[in-house]
T-cell receptor, first 115, second 112 residues
């Protein structure tokens, strides 16, 4: 079974530039998560999709972050404009819906450095 | 906001010793999961315990859950240097759409 694919693995941009991350979840997984993980901290949930609909984006800084999941499959997360504090690893995960979320499968993440 | 809080933040032990990590959470859950993260890598699921379960085993891992105290513990027995990693608890929040919220993690170092 192929895992969750993310690209790029690394990205360095200057503040105020824009950046986009891509995620392809495991085939058949309806739930897709984007997390932000700052160095030394736990993953923070930014947005959760169920199929192609957003079910939670309460922690997403909507003035600069946006995400979409077209056709309920792959997803993109965009930051525009980036700030220094956005430097973090952006993790995508997917899971099958069930009684409470079941195991989430994570991609390797995209390490973003904003300079 | 973080739902779970792990304790201790960091743990350093010798190979062969047992490692115990604790997690406390705030709201009702459907299940609680533990994940492992090696430096610079993605998270890997270790074990899931449902809210109606009290204890679960998987190889050298033992997880307990006390819903009355809103706490869980992860025990790794006979630790190995390869167990060196960060360990996170994640709570699946009751109601809504299966929100999965992570704690701050415990950084475990196992010395040969």
């Amino acid at each position: 079974e192929a895992g969750v694919a993310q690209s790029p693995r690394y990205k360095i941009i200057e503040k105020r530039q824009s950046v986009a991350f891509w995620c392809n979840p495991i085939s058949g997984h309806a739930t897709l998560y984007w997390y932000q993980q700052i160095l030394g901290q736990g993953p923070k949930l930014l947005i959760q999709f169920q199929n192609n609909g957003v079910v939670d984006d309460s922690q997403l800084p909507k003035d600069r972050f946006s995400a979409e999941r077209l056709k309920g499959v792959d997803s993109t997360l965009k930051i525009q404009p980036a700030k220094l504090e956005d430097s973090a690893v952006y993790l995508c995960a997917s899971s099958s819906p069930g009684e409470g979320p079941l195991e989430a499968f994570f991609g390797q993440g995209t390490r973003l450095t904003v300079v | 906001s973080q739902q779970g809080e792990e304790d201790p933040q960091a743990l350093s032990i010798q190979e062969g010793e047992n490692a115990t990590m604790n997690c406390s959470y705030k709201t009702s859950i459907n299940n609680l999961q533990w994940y492992r993260q090696n430096s610079g890598r993605g998270l890997v699921h270790l074990i899931l315990i449902r809210s109606n379960e009290r204890e679960k085993h998987s190889g050298r891992l033992r997880v307990t859950l006390d819903t009355s105290k809103k706490s869980s513990s992860l025990l790794i027995t006979a630790s190995r240097a390869a167990d060196t990693a960060s360990y996170f608890c994640a709570t699946a929040i009751s109601g809504g759409y299966n929100k999965l919220i992570f704690g701050a993690g415990t950084r475990l170092a196992v010395h040969p």
